[in-house]
């Protein structure tokens, strides 16, 4: 192995750490908790070494929101494959897109709440973006009319998803009848006027 090499695998191994001390830290404590020295306590590294790796929290919250994203992919994946019809994939989909942003709070708000430095909707989305998105595509592309454009209509769905999302954890809306909330909206969807 060339020394090139090895540091090459040295920086990705001390990227990936910075990487997972952001999100173990704010899922446990929230983004506020995550900065640059505390990070660097974590990992135990110099906050230049941090820097050498992130221009700052800002960047550091892009790769984790892309991880996220391919973690969002692969759990929409599953729920739209593992579906009987296209009405179920629709529906297991929400679920699946509402149970991910309650168990993963921080991770959520990476992704689709807090600022960051991210192309989202454009064709330089990075791929765990637009794969995210065509899970989400995929489920709504059957309940599509005849002249509906597609890219909206999934659009819209996901705004209406990530609204239930942002109204119930705020406390706007009562938890508990979020179930009856995501039915009445995947009911609406598949029903033909």
Request: glycine share 6%.
């Amino acid at each position: 192995m060339s020394i090139q090499t090895r540091r090459e695998r040295e920086r990705a191994e001390r990227e990936r750490l910075i990487i997972t001390a952001a999100r173990e830290l704010a899922e446990a404590e929230g983004w506020d908790a995550v900065t640059t020295r505390r990070l660097a306590a974590e990992i135990e590294y110099s906050q230049p070494v941090l820097y050498s790796h992130f221009k700052g929290k800002d960047a550091i919250m892009a790769a984790v929101a892309v991880e996220g994203c391919v973690e969002l992919a692969a759990e929409l994946r599953a729920a739209r494959t593992g579906a009987a019809d296209s009405k179920g994939a629709l529906a297991a989909v929400g679920r699946a897109y509402t149970a991910f942003a309650h168990r993963r709070p921080a991770l959520y708000d990476a992704i689709f709440t807090h600022p960051v430095d991210l192309p989202f909707a454009t064709p330089e989305a990075p791929a765990p973006l637009q794969e995210a998105f065509g899970e989400l595509f995929q489920a709504v592309e059957p309940t599509a009319g005849e002249n509906e454009d597609r890219g909206l209509l999934t659009e819209t769905y996901w705004a209406a998803l990530h609204g239930l999302v942002t109204l119930m954890r705020s406390g706007r809306l009562p938890k508990e009848a979020q179930e009856t909330r995501l039915a009445l909206l995947i009911n609406h969807f598949t029903t033909t006027p």
